[in-house]
């Protein structure tokens, strides 16, 4: 008979004990970030759709070049999305951003990067 993670109900129950502060904290956190995401994406020609007013994730879709290569160079930027072909929406890829704001910052940064190379490489010039 399989037993319960004695330390993961622990870990619980000392989260429950501080749920207002740990609540709190989420909710400042992304009062920065959410408007981050949503000037990166604005700023973005290349994406569409995605501007967030609550949540912890967007969800924008690459109007020109391939998700999963996108996805490819973030990573290779030491960035990760996760691309929409999970979700049934190819074209879509999803951002969190329930992080740090440095880690917010540096992470929009790095996949600003790999959308000008994405674009780069779809140029035929």
Known sequence: MP???????????????????????????LEVNRPLVNEFIAGRPELAG?????????FPRL????????SNLARARQTAVVPGSFFEAPQHFRIGFGCSTEILRGGLERLG???DELKGESCSC
């Open 3 to 29: 037993a319960a993670a004695q330390p993961a109900e622990r870990l619980s129950c000392l989260a429950l004990a501080r749920i207002d502060r740990i609540a709190n904290r989420a909710r400042a956190l």
């Open 63 to 70: 109007a020109r070049g391939d998700v999963e290569v996108f």
């Open 113 to 115: 990067a790999a959308l």
């Open 50 to 58: 995605g501007l967030v007013d609550a949540g912890t994730v967007s």
